[in-house]
């Protein structure tokens, strides 16, 4: 019986261009300005400090503003760069230089999911600020309403199950209560180890009915028993 569903952002309810084509070049032209204008600030400094021990060298400010946005380009989930870019899209969300994709049809299926009483969380390789903006700045006005809670890497890795026990222990639910819904095998592999349910959604392609995980094309082909 399925009491929580735990869901992916990027390809699962919103789409890959927009955080590719849209988030991740608006953080990347911005990153050397705001760590000019905000370096002194505590949260800030002590991200940077957290950037230099996972590049592992004793980095000076241009050399870690390189080394930033090395890793955007190379989609690499570091959390603190992943904290530096949920700063940075908080002024973008703010004076609305953009909004939040999210599909019409996980909108629908997210609000009957939550009518229904299944709980509703978030687990993405972008920080949970980030994840509460882009759910909060939508075409479809605030949706963070319908979560009871966000997961981001601090948690731990995505292709991990620990990060998957760790969820359902943080939730308080058997992982079996739970149902994962991401666009990668590598993450519903993980969260299937950890004992949860699984949908693998491919927006992009047909749906193949001998695949290891159950596939659905968008979120209204989601099905699963709540009683």
Same mark, same amino acid.
Request: charge should be neutral; glycine fraction near 8%; aromatic fraction near 10%.
């Given at each position: 019986?399925?009491?929580? *569903?735990?869901?992916?952002?990027?390809?699962?309810?919103?789409?890959?261009?927009?955080?590719?084509?849209?988030?991740?070049?608006?953080?990347?032209?911005?990153?050397?300005?705001?760590?000019?204008?905000?370096?002194?600030?505590?949260?800030?400094?002590?991200?940077?400090?957290?950037?230099?021990?996972? &590049?592992?060298?004793?980095?000076?400010?241009?050399?870690?503003?390189?080394? @930033?946005?090395?890793?955007?380009?190379?989609?690499?989930?570091?959390?603190?760069?992943?904290? @530096?870019?949920?700063?940075?899209?908080?002024?973008?969300?703010?004076?609305?230089?953009?909004?939040?994709?999210?599909?019409?049809?996980?909108?629908?299926?997210?609000?009957?999911?939550? &009518?229904?009483?299944?709980?509703?969380?978030?687990?993405?390789?972008?920080?949970?600020?980030?994840?509460?903006?882009?759910?909060?700045?939508?075409?479809?006005?605030?949706?963070?309403?319908?979560?009871?809670?966000?997961?981001?890497?601090?948690?731990?890795?995505?292709?991990?199950?620990?990060?998957?026990?760790? *969820?359902?222990?943080?939730?308080? @639910?058997?992982?079996?209560?739970?149902?994962?819904?991401?666009?990668?095998? &590598?993450?519903?592999?993980?969260?299937?180890?950890?004992?949860?349910?699984?949908?693998? @959604?491919?927006?992009?392609?047909?749906?193949?009915?001998?695949?290891?995980?159950?596939? &659905?094309?968008?979120?209204?082909?989601?099905?699963?028993?709540?009683?």
């Amino acid at each position: 019986m399925i009491r929580a *569903i735990v869901t992916d952002i990027e390809g699962t309810t919103s789409s890959l261009s927009f955080v590719k084509d849209v988030l991740f070049p608006y953080s990347r032209e911005r990153m050397a300005n705001f760590i000019a204008e905000h370096k002194t600030d505590p949260a800030v400094r002590k991200l940077l400090d957290e950037a230099k021990k996972a &590049a592992n060298k004793n980095l000076n400010e241009g050399e870690l503003i390189k080394q @930033l946005i090395r890793w955007i380009d190379e989609d690499k989930k570091i959390t603190p760069l992943k904290a @530096l870019q949920g700063m940075i899209w908080e002024a973008g969300y703010k004076q609305g230089h953009f909004k939040g994709h999210i599909y019409d049809d996980a909108v629908r299926r997210l609000k009957e999911w939550k &009518a229904r009483g299944i709980r509703l969380y978030v687990f993405s390789s972008g920080s949970v600020q980030a994840q509460k903006l882009l759910f909060g700045h939508t075409g479809h006005g605030d949706l963070t309403p319908l979560f009871s809670g966000y997961f981001d890497t601090a948690t731990g890795a995505k292709k991990d199950p620990a990060a998957y026990r760790a *969820i359902a222990k943080a939730i308080g @639910l058997n992982p079996g209560e739970i149902l994962y819904l991401s666009d990668i095998k &590598a993450e519903l592999d993980a969260a299937r180890e950890a004992g949860m349910e699984t949908e693998w @959604l491919v927006r992009d392609g047909a749906v193949d009915t001998g695949a290891e995980h159950t596939q &659905a094309g968008d979120f209204s082909m989601i099905h699963f028993e709540t009683k």
